[in-house]
């Protein structure tokens, strides 16, 4: 089965920055819109960012002038770069990939074919 892998989850303090990364060994990413999801413990799998073929992007609201997702198509990888971190960004960060060109409904889990096992980013003091 074709997944993504994502890296780059760590602990950090509250304020600080991660990056996060998307990468496929099996997958053109080119060819592939992303979006970046979060769960945290008991809670449901939440949206968090998308980037289409052609690079336009969303964010959920809770990130917005926090996170900036970008694509580098040569070394075939989408990141997530987060700043500003808060307690409640806590969480197991996924990257998902779907080859349709995605609306609204790119914060809807089942409109993505590719999943990686996750990262994870806690934000702590």
């Known amino acids: 089965q074709l997944q993504t892998v994502e890296s780059g989850g760590d602990l950090v303090q509250p304020g600080g920055s991660l990056r996060l990364s998307c990468a496929a060994s099996?997958?053109?990413?080119?060819?592939?819109?992303i979006g970046w999801f979060r769960q945290a413990p008991g809670k449901e799998r939440e949206g968090v960012s998308y980037i289409s073929i052609s690079g336009s992007t969303n964010y959920a609201d809770f990130v917005k002038g926090r996170f900036i997702i970008s694509r580098d198509n040569a070394k075939n990888t989408v990141y997530l770069q987060m700043n500003s971190l808060k307690s409640e960004d806590t969480a197991a960060y996924y990257c998902a990939a779907t080859s349709s060109s995605l609306g609204s409904g790119w914060r809807l889990p089942d409109n993505y074919e590719h999943w990686g096992q996750g990262t994870q980013v806690t934000v702590s003091s």
């Open positions: 099996r997958l053109t990413l080119d060819y592939y819109a």
